[in-house]
């Protein structure tokens, strides 16, 4: 599976963005799919997944109610929307593909095996 992020850029506090990940591969539909950041100088952290299905998603605290997880199969493409976006939320967002994980497992990254090349996102004060 090779993925393809997009839709990062500059916005203000409180605004929005909408992040895409593009997929390639046969299979994508059978993967969980997810969203890690990265900020300079901090560890890659979790920020949203989804289930084969769409029917399950999962959330870290510091995102919930704010960021919507999401996927069309049919286009290969899963979509992060952020809303009421902070200066914190800034960092370099990466999106991330695997099969076999359990609801449990969804929030380590080191559990992926395929990643894209990160979009950056920016919120200004």
């Known amino acids: 599976v090779q993925l393809q992020a997009s839709g990062g850029g500059l916005v203000q506090a409180g605004g929005s963005l909408r992040l895409s990940c593009a997929a390639s591969?046969?299979?994508?539909?059978?993967?969980?799919l997810g969203w890690f950041r990265q900020a300079p100088g901090k560890e890659r952290e979790f920020v949203a997944a989804?289930?084969?299905?769409?029917?399950?998603?999962w959330y870290a605290d510091s995102v919930k109610g704010r960021f919507t997880i999401s996927r069309e199969n049919a286009k290969k493409t899963v979509y992060l929307q952020m809303n009421s976006l902070k200066p914190e939320d800034t960092a370099v967002y990466y999106c991330?593909?695997?099969?076999?994980?359990?609801?449990?497992?969804?929030?380590?990254?080191?559990?992926?095996?395929?990643w894209g090349q990160g979009t950056q996102v920016t919120v200004s004060s």
């Open positions: 989804i289930g084969w299905s769409g029917g399950n998603k």
């Open positions: 991330t593909a695997q099969s076999g994980l359990i609801a449990s497992t969804v929030s380590r990254h080191d559990l992926y095996s395929y």
């Open positions: 591969g046969s299979t994508f539909s059978n993967y969980v």
